[in-house]
């Protein structure tokens, strides 16, 4: 699972980069166009939060179930595994 996290993490981050660079050169070819105020006014409309909020937020409580689950898991089978119980038998 954390291989397919960190190659998905990579595909974001080249994405996200050649974004980037994009808006640099957009910023040096036509300087007169406001190209980072337009980009931060995108990213604080209350509708644009929203869908990154809605989107992410049931996807980690997801996830972290998931991992919660695991590790309860395996933390019971371990417990069973390695349990020495004392006492007379029934």
């Not at 808006?23 to 300087?31: G, T, Y």
Request: hydrophobic letters at 40%; a positive charge.
């Amino acid at each position: 699972m954390f291989t397919l996290l960190m190659a998905q993490l990579k595909l974001y981050d080249v994405e996200v980069s050649s974004y980037r660079l994009l808006i640099e050169q957009l910023k040096k070819s036509a300087p007169d166009i406001p190209w980072d105020k337009m980009l931060r006014d995108i990213r604080n409309t209350k509708r644009f939060r929203q869908h990154f909020r809605k989107k992410y937020d049931v996807t980690v409580e997801n996830f972290l179930e998931q991992v919660d689950a695991q590790i309860s898991g395996h933390r019971e089978r371990v417990f069973l595994r390695e349990w020495k119980p004392k006492g007379r038998a029934h």
